[in-house]
Nanobody, 125 residues
Framework: QVQLVESGGGLVQAGGSLRLSCAAS????????IGWFRQAPGKEREFVAA????????NYADSVKGRFTISRDNAKNAVYLQMNSLKPEDTAAYYC??????????????????WGQGTQVTVSS
């Protein structure tokens, strides 16, 4: 079992950057693929990015490809989402999620077993 806590959200102007962190508890964190999802008001939760349990592969939604980078540091039990060139349409609550021995191709929310509480990202125009 793993518990996930997101941090790093905030208010930023369009074109700016934020780095989200997903901190995990539990000794088996390195066995979990981690995905980032986001949900804007009135919209469904959507996939943003994922990294395999080994960190060897990553996957991104087309809407963030080239702007966002996901990475992990298993020694620190953490996954990061570096977000650059932010746009107002990136405004949402961002969630990290864990899937045991998952792959970076895990882009569907239902395959993830554990979720954090979310952190709000607001991008002003």
């Amino acid at each position: 079992q793993v518990q996930l806590v997101e941090s790093g959200g905030g208010l930023v102007q369009a074109g700016g950057s934020l780095r989200l962190s997903c901190a995990a508890s539990g000794r088996t964190f390195s066995r979990y693929a981690i995905g980032w999802f986001r949900q804007a008001p009135g919209k469904e939760r959507e996939f943003v990015a994922a990294i395999s349990w080994s960190g060897g592969t990553t996957n991104y939604a087309d809407s963030v490809k080239g702007r966002f980078t996901i990475s992990r540091d298993n020694a620190k039990n953490a996954v990061y989402l570096q977000m650059n060139s932010l746009k107002p349409e990136d405004t949402a609550a961002y969630y990290c999620a864990g899937a045991y021995y998952g792959g970076s191709y895990y882009s569907t929310a239902s395959v993830y077993d554990y979720w954090g509480q979310g952190t709000q990202v607001t991008v002003s125009s």
